[in-house]
């Protein structure tokens, strides 16, 4: 076994050039500034949120109608303490870098954490339907409770659908990290500016990125591998990408979109109904009821056996 420590005095030359690599103006630190929102935190303010919206299926287990109230009291004022102090991090982070005032920053913060607390029955009605659409959807599914606890896009589609409200309330940061903590969990990547209709479904998911500006109407439903991404990225007279625009497609009612199928551009609709297959790359327009696919391919078979 060899002696620990033998060089520990070495340490000290490799921290001064550690220190020497920071600089006021590096954009890799962040020192000297208002502290930003905790990814722990932002994570058990999820964990937190599934807790109230899915109960029995994440958090306390031996949930009874006659414990519930005391359950749900508590959930809500941890959350409470939690939202308001991390979005008040948020608010005054974004206040400081944009040189901006700040003077109710803490009252901005509880108004908003209360407004997205007062959603949860509303983003209950909305996750059930999307349980329901998932169920209905997929014909290996057993049981609601085998949708809630094991399909991801049960995951994605409830991170964003709480951090949509939080992007709709123009509080910096914490969505994104909330978007990013799904897409870890689930290999789907979900934008929270993206407008999703009711019984939205994903099946599989894997590989699914919905941008930002994207639209997606009521019962849409898209398997694994779907981009509904940009067609480019414009840019203004100065040469710097514009923010803002729309550069993410609008996919209406009822449109189903089949795996690995690239759908691109602001200006890009798929109508109502349209089924748009495997694979299929498209950056135009699509009309209702359309079926859009490719022709079959010409496969060539060789028998092993006879060379």
């Known amino acids: ?88 991090k948020a608010i005054r982070h974004e206040c400081k870098r944009l040189g901006s005032a700040c003077a109710h920053c803490d009252e901005t913060s509880e108004r908003e954490a209360l407004a997205l607390l007062e959603k949860i029955p509303a983003l209950r009605t909305l996750l059930a339907e999307d349980v329901q659409a998932a169920f209905d959807g997929d014909p290996a599914a057993k049981s609601y409770d085998e949708v809630i606890i094991s399909y991801p896009a049960i995951v994605a589609i409830a991170t964003h659908r709480i951090a949509h409200e939080i992007h709709l309330r123009k509080i910096p940061l914490i969505p994104r990290i909330m978007s990013e903590l799904a897409h870890g969990r689930t290999g789907i990547d979900i934008h929270p500016g993206a407008q999703i209709g009711r019984r939205f479904f994903i099946d599989h998911g894997t590989g699914v990125v919905v941008g930002e500006t994207t639209q997606i109407g009521d019962d849409v439903k898209i398997y694994q591998g779907v981009t509904l991404g940009a067609l480019s990225f414009p840019k203004d007279a100065c040469g710097k990408l514009m923010r803002g625009v729309k550069r993410h497609p609008t996919i209406q ?20 109904g349209a089924v748009i297959g495997g694979n299929v790359w498209l950056t135009h327009s699509v009309d209702a009821g359309t079926r859009v696919i490719f022709s079959d391919p010409q496969l060539k078979f060789h028998n092993a056996e006879h060379g």
């Open 253 to 272: 009612d009822k449109v189903t979109i089949y795996s690995g199928a690239t759908i691109l551009g602001g200006d890009t609709v798929i109508g109502k």
């Open 1 to 88: 076994m060899p002696e620990i420590f033998k060089l520990k005095d070495e340490l000290p030359a490799i921290i001064e050039k550690v220190l020497s690599s920071f600089g006021k103006e590096d954009i890799a630190n962040h020192i000297g500034a208002h502290p930003l929102p905790s990814k722990t935190q932002v994570a058990e303010i999820l964990d937190d949120f599934f807790a109230i919206l899915f109960p029995g299926y994440y958090g306390r287990q031996d949930l009874t109608w006659e414990n519930m109230k005391f359950h749900i009291g508590l959930k809500i004022d941890e959350l409470f303490a939690k939202l308001v102090r991390e979005f008040w």
